[in-house]
């Protein structure tokens, strides 16, 4: 069963303009992203990478409703980056799948790798974990990113 009261914004109504609902729904995915990138760069686990991923999809996939609300070359920008970061952090995530696939496989036949097999792995993963804090710290910083918040009055 859908829980549609933890989709409801109480901001936009029916009678609100399509742009004004969108900047303010683009807002809220936006501070969501935030907050996800907040608690990732404090806590840098296999969970909260996923949870983060799946917020920017969700801000990048909104974005794309109200594409027309916002000046073309913000939108073109901010968009950009939004994939970027996207597909970035699903590499991670792919990562950490495959390796959690590998494991499973490994243990459930009795074998083993090579170490020079983890130990590349491993390296693989902290080169794209690093690389994702860089670009996150960038994109929580860039102005025209922040331009697609509401300013609070």
């Not at 080169?127 to 860089?134: A, S, T």
Request: with cysteine.
């Amino acid at each position: 069963m859908i829980n549609f009261k933890k989709h409801i914004i109480k901001k936009v109504k029916k009678s609100t303009p399509f742009c004004k609902a969108g900047k303010i729904i683009l807002d809220r995915k936006l501070k969501n992203v935030f907050k996800k990138i907040n608690t990732f760069l404090t806590t840098d686990s296999i969970e909260n990478l996923h949870d983060m991923r799946i917020s920017i999809r969700r801000f990048r996939y909104v974005m794309e409703i109200f594409y027309q609300c916002y000046n073309k070359n913000l939108f073109k920008e901010v968009y950009g980056k939004a994939k970027y970061l996207q597909d970035l952090v699903g590499e991670g995530r792919d990562l950490d799948v495959i390796t959690h696939k590998i494991s499973g496989i490994i243990n459930e036949l009795n074998l083993s790798l090579p170490e020079s097999f983890s130990e590349k792995m491993e390296a693989e993963k902290i080169k794209v974990r690093q690389l994702i804090k860089i670009e996150l710290v960038k994109f929580i910083e860039n102005k025209n990113v922040n331009k697609f918040l509401l300013k609070s009055k």
